[in-house]
């Protein structure tokens, strides 16, 4: 079974809807990350957490919010979803042990309409 | 702040020797990170560097020097497999350490 997964894989919406994203992991590391990754921008950094009670805002977070409900789950919400929020969304941990390391989720493709 | 710059593309034959560069400005340096990830696909780890030197790791190596802002990714007998992006991130010093900062990606295909 896959250390960090996603889902869902892929979802379409209509702009205004609230989507909600979702990341959970086995591997037993405290800080969880959520990023965007758009043709031609790389991947950017929305929020990361490193506990239940700690959230941060990445680069950016504007319209989006998070909810870490576990330390194996940190869901990502977009309120009300527009079409420049388009993107393919990944969720990472971090095995903060030993050299940073992030390993990612096999991400979740979103397209607004 | 941040500024990481790598090749948009580059072409490659199969089985040769292919090495991309990354360049960077920080305010703060504190390691550098190579992903590799297919079209569609999760980034995966490739290599770590913190301190200057080559690193060495299969048919990939991963070159750091501080002093200059330069690291390249060193990609040997190359497969076709081997086609797809690459990824250099710069983890800053001090208070934004738990942020990687990520350049836009060097998408390299090889050709039989």
């Known amino acids: 079974d896959a250390d960090v997964t996603q889902t869902p894989r892929n979802r379409i919406t209509k702009t205004g809807k609230r989507i909600m994203l979702e990341c959970s992991q086995t591997k037993g590391h405290d800080r969880m990350y959520w990023y965007r990754q758009d043709p031609g921008l790389g991947l950017r950094l929305i929020y990361y957490s490193f506990d239940v009670k700690d959230i941060n805002k990445g680069e950016i977070s504007d319209g989006y919010s998070v909810s870490r409900q576990a330390q194996a789950k940190f869901s990502l919400s977009l309120e009300s979803a527009i079409p420049n929020q388009t993107a393919l969304y990944f969720c990472?941990?971090?095995?903060?042990?030993?050299?940073?390391?992030?390993?990612f989720g096999p991400g979740t493709r979103l397209t607004v309409l | 702040g941040q500024n990481i710059d790598q090749p948009t593309e580059m072409t490659a034959t199969e089985g040769a020797i292919v090495q991309i560069n990354c360049t960077y400005q920080t305010s703060g340096f504190n390691g550098l990170f190579w992903y590799q990830q297919h079209a569609g696909e999760a980034p995966t780890f490739l290599s770590y560097?913190?301190?200057?030197g080559l690193e060495e790791k299969g048919r990939f190596s991963s070159f750091l020097s501080r002093s200059k802002g330069y690291s390249y990714l060193l990609l040997k007998e190359l497969q076709m497999k081997d086609s797809a992006s690459y990824l250099c991130?710069?983890?800053?010093?001090?208070?934004?350490?738990?942020?990687?900062?990520f350049g836009k990606g060097t998408k390299l295909s090889v050709i039989p």
């Open positions: 560097n913190v301190l200057d």
């Open positions: 991130a710069v983890r800053p010093s001090g208070a934004g350490s738990y942020q990687l900062t």
């Open positions: 990472a941990t971090v095995d903060s042990s030993a050299t940073d390391t992030q390993y």
